[in-house]
């Protein structure tokens, strides 16, 4: 059994998918990250001045840019997997012999992509607006990957459980929105009280968002090398859990 | 080797209900088999253990001497399902939704497309192959469904009630193709509620009922315990009461309707000369039921 073929199958299901809705998918963060770089950093960042020695423009493209990432690597999951699995075709997967690992990696790259695309959209558009020398262009890859593939787990883990439509809009409005906000894409941490500064220090997003911007503008709260632990830590976590719920057939099957 | 075996399947359902009480069923390869029973007998809990969709409480199977436990992929790869139910991505194309199964069965792109073709062909779908299936009407949704558990050109092909809601023209040439695939070396097992359709189909027969199998044989020796048989006659002329006829029921339905139980042994020259000496002119007859119709009300019916 060939498991490369279905493999691809999956993923190129997945990214023709979020292409031909792309008026739903792709225009949208096109749309509201240019407001955020206008009001946000143009209007108001004129009158902040500097966080870090970075202009509040370039301080906050890294973290508008990887929050559309988080989002969008979440949302191709939850939703593609979810509506799979409400008009029963996950049902095509189950009776065919693909591994469930193959099942798993193949809604996770589509998640990946279509984050990492949603990114460079963010990323161009960020070039009218802002002006700098991207610092480690390795370390920003590595986080944008990352966390596009640890989001795409939690999006995909996210519709195994749901059991409705609502089910699939709690979490990226309730946890993953708030938590990018205060993840400090628009400030920095050492401009909040000490007891919120260790309160943040339990939202992964702070790290990554921070990793990002380390490795665009070379500014950072946190250590990099920390970041890319817990985030790995994440996403083998996540990933044995995707398995385990596969596995067990949860959501999926009687 | 059987091309499907099944050994004391039970299914309790997650809500404590026992769907399947302990089945044991064998189909031999190069069958046409029926998988018949009344609603909620429990055909498609069977047949959605037998293709990876449903978990078994307890029991095994085996496709074509392959555990579906311990030889999971090859078990699998030898079965094609038409689901009871459409579930197909209703805004996916035609082709697009054959394409991807045929992927996910591991087939070179190049094989792929050539198989696409020939079962959308065969299925009269090949110039529907770009609309999108929710356009489609019920009966081109069957079919969708039956290219694509064929694109991989099964050995074993389970076809959960694919004659539902189908018009008659179609439901013939999908029992031509039926028995064109089967005539081709695939063992094909049938669930139907026309049981005309299972009795002209197929060779073997198992009758769930209740989750549980009530007779499991060929469907000539089942017939053949069919001993009195029941015509309708028309006559015509009038009568007032219905003729005595030694070894035959007759009930008079209607004036010129005649109700008919008669006993093989007897024949129908005797009854035909004992109308003759009475006078009466028959115009036409017919069976009163379908035969396997009347076995299977006996059967799921006598408890
Ligand atoms: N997910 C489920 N949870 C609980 N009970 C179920 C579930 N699916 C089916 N059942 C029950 O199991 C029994 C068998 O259902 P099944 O679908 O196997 O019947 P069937 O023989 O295919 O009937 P039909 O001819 O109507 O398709 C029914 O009583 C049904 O209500
Ligand atoms: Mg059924």
Redesign the pocket.
Known sequence: MNVSIAFKTIVTKEIYRFIRIWPQTLLPPAITTTLYFLIFGKLIGDRIGTINGASYMDYIVPGIILMSVISHSYANVVSSFYSTKFQRNIEELLVAPVPNWVILSGYISGGIIRGLLVGMVVALISLLFADFAVHNLAIALTTAVLTATLFSLAGFINAILAESFDDISIIPNFVLTPLSYLGGVFYSVDMLPPIWQTISMGNPILYMVNAFRYGLIGVSDIDIQLTFMITAGFIVTLTLFSLYLLHKGIGIK? | MKALSLCNLRKT???G?E?LKGIDLQVEVGDFFALL????????????IISSLVTASSGSVSVFGHDLKTERDLAKSCIGLVP?EVNFNQFDTVKSIVLNQAGYYGLPRKLALQRVEYCLKQMDLWDKRDTISRRLSGGMKRRVMIARAMVHAPKLLIL??PTAGVDIEIRRSMWQLMQEVNAQGTTIIL?T?YLEEAESLCRNIAI?DE?RIVEHSDMASLLARLHIEHFILDLAQPLTTAPAIDGCQIELVSDKVLNVAIPKEIGLNHLFSQLTDHNIQVMSLKNKTNRLEQLFMDLVTSK
Do not use: M, R
């Open positions: 009687n | 359902y997650s809500n209900f769907a029973g009344p609603n909620g007998a429990g055909k498609s809990t069977a047949i959605g009871q959960d009630e669930t509620h769930i989750g």
